[in-house]
């Protein structure tokens, strides 16, 4: 073979090995963005299926350990936590199949995560909720909050028009007239008459803000998470039927065993009877429980 004839081989050789490590990459790559949740399996001859659920700081894994799990136990199912904390990554987690299940978000968070990032998650009910409160180390009122504080609130877009939904029910602000309340910003408020510094920060860091700014509005589960007592908050959120916390499924889940069995558990009188005598008494209930 000659000089030339070598320098040809090795030209293809090399195309050869970088047009394959090309289509391992590009399917590595498809596989990675195709990734989606397998169907929870149904316990069978006596042996339990394993599901996992995502949880965030706060009451809910609670819930899960002390009251939901030893109710699907006898179903067959052993429920295990895995805790994340932030409120996005459980919604992923759950779309690409890392988790099963989740209980840290309410339905009109869920809805319009879902939505934003395109990802077939749904509810299989709700269950009661610790609301979102009010809190300061300086103030012991909402009369009392003085001119130009400094409010932190969440920075998502569900909870940031959630606490400005809160702020509004106590007279502190007044949203634009037509403004969905859901989907509300701080560019939304019309009126401020206190002329509050509203400061979007992230969830998980509102309890701990209490040190550096007046007022900060805290979800019911980084307040639990933080040791804070509902008691004290200057004032809860009126809860309405949004912001109860909902236990999410990936829709490929749907139709299994476990989301009817998690469905019909919700909302038997078995759940309500064991909320009764826990912890979780006070917290907020579903209005379908009032029917």
Known sequence: ?????????????????????????NSACGSAQSASAEQIAT?????????????????????IDEVIAPLLKDDGYELTTKTFNDYVQPDK??????????????????????????????????????GLGVYSNKFTSIDDIADGASVAVANDGSNLARSLG?????????????????????????????HLTIKPIDAAQ??????????????????WAAGLDPKDALALERQDDGVIEVFA?????????????????LGSD??????????????GKPASWNE
Not at 93 to 122: E, R, T, V, W
Not at 168 to 185: I, Y
Not at 249 to 265: M, R, S
């Open 93 to 130: 987690a759950l779309a690409s199949g890392k988790i099963d299940a989740n209980l840290m978000q309410h339905g009109n968070y869920l809805k319009k995560f879902s939505a934003d990032n395109n990802l077939d998650l749904i509810s299989l009910g709700q269950t009661p909720t610790l």
């Open 249 to 265: 499924i990936a829709g490929a889940n749907k139709d299994t065993h476990f989301a009817k069995t998690v469905t019909e558990l």
């Open 166 to 194: 809160v702020l509004e029910q106590n007279k502190l602000v007044t949203l634009k007239d037509g403004v969905d309340a859901t989907k509300a910003s701080v560019n939304d408020i019309a009126d401020n008459p206190k």
């Open 1 to 25: 073979m000659t000089t030339k004839q070598r320098i040809h081989t090795i030209i293809r050789t090399a195309a050869a090995v970088f047009a394959g490590a090309v289509i391992i990459a």
């Open 43 to 63: 316990p069978k001859d006596g042996k339990t299926t394993t599901v996992t659920v995502g949880v965030c700081p706060g009451p809910y894994g609670e819930m």
């Open 270 to 283: 078995e759940f309500k009877s064991a909320i009764a005598a826990s912890r979780f008494k006070d917290f």
């Open 206 to 223: 509102l309890a701990r803000s209490l040190d550096t700014v007046d007022v900060a509005l805290v979800p019911g589960n980084y307040s």
